[in-house]
């Protein structure tokens, strides 16, 4: 054998051999991006094993002949805009958004029972579900007016219950732009105006008896005050209290003329300038 061949024989089996490997890279190796988690399907096993971790984010190896199913974990959001109908059967629509994310325990559960498009097999469908049944059971002058917030908690909870079997989390529920047929949002605005109206009225009501009242304490309270003060005065009180205020004026620096015995009742009379 010619020697001058061999260290070409052995570049060219490096060669093969890295070129291989790069072929074959792709086969053994994977990378979780960051907010997802997989999971391994093991060909010549039992595919995917429920009761198995997912995998986390990173580089990582693998068999060449098994899989990797990706699945994001952060919070998504569906948006869905919903027919319904009240208790006296009158078309509603809204607007629903639903925040969700897959349950990371029971993420091969999920794979292996609804798949990567659980938003349109669960989701949406639950809204649909829950929104119908509970919309359902109220009156559209009560759905935009006082039970609407009622309405939010008990879709919320319904929607949890159905999303949560299915290894799904709901984080929250939005509901939005609920729209009545035209005719009936100008009776329900008439109605309520005359509410505030009878509301406003009665206030008024209540306000003049109030005052009414007030008045008649003030003028029990005169009342009283007259019958006390009466009680205790007499014509000796009056006369002494007559002659203490012409002494006092008697001797005042100002110019005054006394006519002595000038009034009905014997007092002086005093005229100033």
């Given at each position: 054998?010619?020697?001058?061949?061999?260290?070409?024989?052995?570049?060219?089996?490096?060669?093969?051999?890295?070129?291989?490997?790069?072929?074959?890279?792709?086969?053994?190796?994977?990378?979780?991006?960051?907010?997802?988690?997989?999971?391994?399907?093991?060909?010549?096993?039992?595919?995917?094993?429920?009761?198995?971790?997912?995998?986390?984010?990173?580089?990582?190896?693998?068999?060449?002949?098994?899989?990797?199913?990706?699945?994001?974990?952060?919070?998504?959001?569906?948006?869905?805009?919903?027919?319904?109908?009240?208790?006296?059967?009158?078309?509603?629509?809204?607007?629903?958004?639903?925040?969700?994310?897959?349950?990371?325990?029971?993420?091969?559960?999920?794979?292996?029972?609804?798949?990567?498009?659980?938003?349109?097999a669960v989701i949406i469908p639950s809204m649909r579900a829950v929104s119908r049944e509970v919309f359902a059971k109220y009156l559209p002058e009560e759905i935009n007016t006082s039970?609407?917030?009622?309405?939010?908690?008990?879709?919320?909870?319904?929607?949890?219950?159905?999303?949560?079997?299915?290894?799904?989390?709901?984080?929250?529920?939005?509901?939005?732009?609920?729209?009545?047929?035209?005719?009936?949002?100008?009776?329900?605005?008439?109605?309520?105006?005359?509410?505030?109206?009878?509301?406003?009225?009665?206030?008024?009501?209540?306000?003049?008896?109030?005052?009414?009242?007030?008045?008649?304490?003030?003028?029990?309270?005169?009342?009283?005050?007259?019958?006390?003060?009466?009680?205790?005065?007499?014509?000796?009180?009056?006369?002494?209290?007559?002659?203490?205020?012409?002494?006092?004026?008697?001797?005042?620096?100002?110019?005054?003329?006394?006519?002595?015995?000038?009034?009905?009742?014997?007092?002086?009379?005093?005229?100033?300038?």
């Amino acid at each position: 054998m010619d020697t001058s061949s061999r260290p070409i024989r052995l570049v060219a089996i490096v060669s093969g051999l890295f070129v291989a490997l790069l072929i074959s890279w792709s086969s053994i190796t994977y990378t979780i991006p960051s907010g997802h988690a997989g999971l391994v399907f093991r060909t010549f096993s039992d595919g995917i094993n429920p009761d198995e971790a997912p995998v986390g984010q990173g580089f990582h190896f693998k068999a060449p002949w098994d899989r990797i199913a990706v699945y994001e974990v952060r919070q998504k959001e569906v948006q869905q805009t919903l027919d319904v109908l009240s208790s006296n059967l009158l078309k509603i629509q809204l607007d629903m958004t639903v925040f969700h994310e897959p349950v990371r325990t029971a993420l091969g559960s999920l794979e292996i029972e609804r798949g990567r498009d659980y938003e349109d097999a669960v989701i949406i469908p639950s809204m649909r579900a829950v929104s119908r049944e509970v919309f359902a059971k109220y009156l559209p002058e009560e759905i935009n007016t006082s039970k609407r917030e009622q309405i939010q908690i008990e879709i919320k909870d319904r929607l949890r219950e159905k999303l949560s079997s299915n290894f799904i989390q709901l984080n929250d529920v939005l509901i939005r732009n609920i729209r009545l047929p035209k005719t009936l949002e100008q009776a329900i605005e008439r109605k309520l105006q005359q509410e505030q109206e009878s509301l406003e009225y009665e206030f008024r009501l209540e306000k003049e008896s109030k005052e009414a009242e007030r008045k008649r304490i003030e003028a029990a309270g005169i009342r009283d005050f007259q019958a006390i003060v009466s009680e205790g005065i007499s014509d000796e009180l009056l006369r002494w209290k007559g002659i203490e205020a012409t002494q006092n004026l008697a001797e005042s620096p100002n110019t005054k003329i006394v006519v002595v015995g000038g009034g009905e009742d014997g007092l002086p009379i005093i005229l100033g300038n």
